[in-house]
């Protein structure tokens, strides 16, 4: 008995199926897009605390770097005015022949500040990701800091190269120096304590934040 093929029944075009069809295609892409930039938004939000940590940190061991470097030069000078008073001291002595007969004088002893995370936080492009006025303040906190950094390089190679540096030579250095450290120390001291507060409120936040 021959087997005869059913006519195949011709399907009619669904505009509802297709409809149907591009918005599943359309969901899946939106909320891989939203997923993604979920993802994007915490991962920034990670780099951004450990950005804000490492210059917290940064800053604070450069208030007491800076600390201690203000406290030696200020009293230093206290003892160099008092020597002066009692004794006639000529600018173009020798320097480390006067300075000498300080009490507490253990050479010129500057504060090594560093900058390494807040170069690292600008190479990683972290800082991109801080509120402007923030940035501009850190911003303007390390220009200061460099300006430091200078004026050290600075006193070191003029009292290496001259052997025996004039008093006046000595004493200018030195009174620069605590100018610049009068100013960078508390800044540095008030920085390390708004963004280490900032950064923990941050974390405490993301933490509560994450699905």
């Not at 969901?27 to 917290?56: S, W």
Request: net charge neutral.
């Amino acid at each position: 008995m021959l087997n005869r093929r059913r006519p195949s029944a011709k399907r009619e075009f669904s505009w509802r199926q297709l409809a149907f069809e591009v918005f599943v295609v359309v969901l899946g892409v939106t909320l891989a897009l939203g997923a993604n930039e979920i993802r994007q938004h915490f991962v920034d939000q990670r780099e951004e605390q450990v950005a804000l940590r490492g210059i917290a940190g940064e800053m604070q061991y450069n208030c007491d770097r800076l600390t201690q470097a203000q406290t030696y030069h200020e009293r230093v000078l206290a003892e160099l005015d008092s020597v002066r008073a009692a004794q006639a001291l000529g600018t173009q002595e020798n320097g480390m022949v006067a300075m000498r007969q300080l009490p507490t004088w253990r050479g010129y002893n500057p504060a090594f500040v560093t900058t390494a995370a807040y170069e690292t936080a600008q190479a990683k492009g972290a800082l991109a990701l801080f509120p402007y006025e923030q940035a501009l303040g850190i911003g303007r906190y390390y220009t200061l800091v460099g300006m430091y950094q200078g004026l050290v390089r600075q006193a070191l190679g003029v009292l290496m190269q001259s052997g025996e540096p004039t008093l006046a030579q000595v004493e200018v250095t030195l009174r620069i120096s605590a100018e610049l450290q009068r100013e960078l120390a508390p800044m540095s001291c008030e920085g390390a304590r708004q963004l280490g507060a900032e950064s923990t409120s941050a974390a405490r936040d993301s933490t509560i934040a994450m699905p």
